[in-house]
């Protein structure tokens, strides 16, 4: 079991920057591929960012390329979300989640799953 846990979320106004952390815990030595998703309400989970933590290699929505990055840090088992030039519409709850293998773009394909962080972004 890989249990996670979203930090960093909050209110910011239009234009600002937040940082999500994610903090995984338990079997987390095998691969992992890891995401961001968010959901807003009345509104569908949508996939935001995504990065295997062996390779590094990332996958964006089309929505956040240029203002978001994702990353993470293997010793300490964390993945983080770096978002810059917030918007309104980026108000949502961010989930972080994990699955074993490559990451992929896909909620269903994630069986670990944290409680979520809200962001919201104000005018």
């Known amino acids: 079991q890989v249990q996670l846990v979203e930090s960093g979320g909050g209110l910011v106004q239009i234009g600002d920057s937040l940082r999500l952390s994610c903090a995984a815990s338990?079997?987390?030595?095998?691969?992992?591929?890891s995401a961001w998703f968010r959901q807003a309400p009345g509104k569908e989970r949508e996939f935001v960012a995504a990065?295997?933590?062996?390779?590094?290699?990332?996958v964006y929505a089309d929505f956040v390329k240029g203002r978001f990055t994702i990353s993470r840090d293997n010793a300490k088992n964390m993945a983080y979300l770096q978002m810059n030039s917030l918007k309104s519409d980026d108000t949502a709850l961010y989930y972080c989640?994990?699955?074993?293998?490559?990451?992929?773009?896909?909620?269903?394909?994630?069986?670990?799953w944290g409680q979520g962080t809200q962001v919201t972004v104000s005018s």
């Open positions: 989640a994990a699955r074993r293998g490559l990451a992929t773009t896909h909620a269903d394909e994630y069986i670990f």
């Open positions: 990065i295997n933590w062996a390779s590094g290699t990332t």
């Open positions: 338990g079997r987390t030595r095998s691969t992992l591929g």
